[in-house]
């Protein structure tokens, strides 16, 4: 008893044995640390490492002959950057005209493929519709083709004596030459008022080496059989994501709102599409780093013809450097186009973020108030 005392007192003082620092904790840290190396190690040199050669080599001025890391490369610096925006000459009027080409296709293709997708989910998840398996693996089937197949079927659609020129002829009208035509959608649409020439303003000036009446051309209808062919392959894709999240959808809450008397265009607008966020901005994220990426399209069907009204960064990237052997104007390029989609998508995520007027703000720009005492 005495002893049982003494050791109640010598704890309750602190004199008594202390537990050992470490222990299982530290064991649990180093075998956590010990399963991640592997993947960390191949991380490190299958994806970081080649992205360090890469900006190396966007600052050099190297031909693809030898090593980019010896002596005999000339380091050029920024330039091969400085000549995209700066310097006036063919390297950024291409890459000027990339950058419009590919505006112009994400202006269409992610807000045509979102809504698709958005729709056809709504139709697949229609509880009274039968034969749900069929259509779901309907739907989805172009995204898992074959994007190489898929665009030399369309190449054989939007031909002259095509399929498409052919339905268009039907119906008494003549189809475009629609991998010939240069002219823009908007240039089209100006030519039927008769304006087939640029006005004197805007002839002249305009932003970074292209002018007005170039940046307001419009995709090319080269560009728009593209657009159609990526918007018709990737909705399913999408689809599925929206499916995933309508299902998740509480039916409570739809049978209620049905009760208070809401049509389906109010249940879908007040009820579903608040619930549906999140994977709204997934699919918002995913297709604008998707199409700010086109290349394989453009490489089978067009290759940047005609007159580069369907070149792209990311194919301009390729012919820089695969086909003028200029890797590092074809490197800075890769590393322009990385930038721009990563600060359209942190644009893109303040948009759309959810505005939480209980929550204060985070970030540096965050105004603290004071505690009243």
């Not at 470490?22 to 190396?37: D, H, K, P, T, Y």
């Not at 079927?153 to 002259?160: C, K, M, P, Q, R």
């Amino acid at each position: 008893m005495a002893t049982e005392t003494q050791t109640a007192v010598a704890t309750a003082t602190g004199d008594g044995p202390r537990r050992r620092r470490g222990g299982i904790r530290s064991n649990e840290n180093v075998a956590g640390w010990l399963f991640v190396a592997p993947v960390i190690v191949i991380l490190g040199l299958f994806l970081l490492l080649p992205i360090l050669m890469a900006f190396w080599v966007s600052l050099t001025d190297w031909n693809g002959q030898g090593s980019p890391f010896t002596g005999d490369v000339p380091f050029v610096g920024a330039h091969n950057y400085t000549q995209l925006f700066t310097e006036d000459g063919l390297a950024r009027r291409d890459f000027m005209t990339s950058i419009r080409n590919n505006f112009y296709y994400v202006a269409i293709v992610v807000p045509a493929q979102t809504a698709l997708a958005l729709g056809l989910a709504l139709v697949v998840n229609n509880r009274m519709l039968k034969g749900k398996s069929f259509f779901r693996s309907a739907f989805y089937f172009p995204s898992v083709t074959s994007s190489v197949a898929i665009s030399v079927v369309f190449l054989f659609l939007f031909a002259n004596s095509g399929a498409v020129n052919a339905l268009l002829g039907f119906f008494g009208i003549d189809g475009p030459e629609w991998f010939a035509d240069s002219r823009g959608v908007l240039h089209l649409l100006f030519g039927v008022v008769g304006v087939d020439s640029p006005p004197a303003a805007l002839a002249d000036g305009g932003p970074l080496g292209l002018s007005w009446w170039d940046w307001l051309a419009g995709p090319s209808v080269a560009m728009i059989s593209i657009i159609t062919l990526v918007i018709w392959t990737t909705s399913g894709t999408f689809m599925l994501m929206f499916l995933a999240g309508l299902q998740n959808v509480p039916v409570t809450l739809d049978e209620a709102s049905t009760l208070d008397g809401a049509s389906r265009w109010q249940r879908l607008r007040h009820v579903t599409l608040p619930l549906l966020r999140p994977t709204t901005f997934l699919v918002l994220t995913l297709g604008l780093i998707g199409s700010w990426q086109v290349f394989d399209q453009v490489y089978v069907m067009s290759q940047g013809a005609p007159a580069k009204t369907t070149l792209t960064p990311a194919y301009l990237s390729y012919r820089t450097a695969f086909r003028d052997f200029d890797y590092g104007s074809g490197a800075a390029i890769s590393f322009v186009l990385f930038l721009i989609i990563i600060v359209l998508t942190l644009i893109q995520r303040r948009v759309l973020a959810e505005r939480d007027t209980d929550r204060p703000r985070r970030g540096w720009w965050r105004r603290r108030v004071p505690e009243r005492s």
